[in-house]
Nanobody
Framework: QVQLVESGGGLVQAGGSLNLSCTAS????????MGWYRQAPGNQRELVAR???????NYADSVKGRFTISRDNAKNTVSLQMNSLKPEDTALYYC??????????????WGQGTLVTVSS
């Protein structure tokens, strides 16, 4: 069984910081991209940030300069450091990974989501 387990969400005041972490476990052969998406009530799920196995990153314009994504390939983990948080960052944040699973081939995986609430 392969799964993504997230941690680190919570309630923070505007201007504060949070760090989200996600670990992929199970019969994983290799992971290409890992990233974070978010979904606020009434909105579609949107990309926040992604990082490739080679370390290339891309960010949503709304979080550039405030959020930093990082990855540990050896541990199959991805983290999202979120600084200068704004109320509009409030959402359910999902970890995402794309890679090769033994016996199943290429798959896209999603975590269960962790809630981030930013109060004004």
């Amino acid at each position: 069984q392969v799964q993504l387990v997230e941690s680190g969400g919570g309630l923070v005041q505007a201007g504060g910081s949070l760090n989200l972490s996600c670990t992929a476990s199970g019969n994983i052969r290799s992971i290409n991209d890992m990233g974070w998406y978010r979904q606020a009530p009434g909105n579609q799920r949107e990309l926040v940030a992604r990082v490739t196995s080679g370390g290339s990153t891309n960010y949503a314009d709304s979080v550039k300069g405030r959020f930093t994504i990082s990855r540990d390939n050896a541990k199959n983990t991805v983290s999202l450091q979120m600084n200068s948080l704004k109320p509009e960052d409030t959402a359910l944040y999902y970890c995402n990974a794309r890679g090769y699973i033994y016996l199943y081939g290429y798959r896209e995986l999603w975590g269960q989501g962790t809630l981030v609430t930013v109060s004004s």
